[in-house]
């Protein structure tokens, strides 16, 4: 059978955690490795994912170490949409802050009011 390796980069921007994973995963870029295999006799070349690992830091040994947990992709899709979604929310905080601070420099005396 004809396999396939895709590996791609997935920066989260929050501590998150994933299911199988027994801690909580420091924020920063982490690989994903997918492979797949030939799906065979179809007249036009069709792929099925067999499985999908994420390189995490090793939690027992040196820094330079990594350990590949196998890893659902929607599980994994799920967790990087909870990250953008508080990404999303601290925008809009840090946008509210930094509005109304702009509101107490103008009202406040000598401001541009």
Do not use: C, W
């Not at 590996?7 to 801690?23: C, I, P, Q, S």
């Not at 967790?79 to 946008?95: I, Q």
């Amino acid at each position: 059978m004809l396999m396939r390796t895709r590996r791609h980069k997935m920066t989260f921007e929050h501590a998150f955690t994933l299911k199988g994973v027994d801690r909580t995963l420091s924020p920063g870029d982490y690989e994903v490795v997918t492979d797949e295999e030939l799906i065979e006799k179809l007249s036009f070349p069709v792929y099925r994912r067999v499985s999908t690992l994420i390189m995490l830091p090793a939690q027992a040994h040196g820094p330079s170490s990594i350990e590949m947990v196998s890893v659902s992709p929607g599980d994994l899709a799920a967790a990087l949409k909870r990250d953008r979604a508080m990404s999303a929310d601290d925008k809009r905080r840090v946008s509210g802050n930094k509005a109304a601070a702009n509101d107490e420099i103008a009202d406040s005396p000598g401001g541009n009011r």
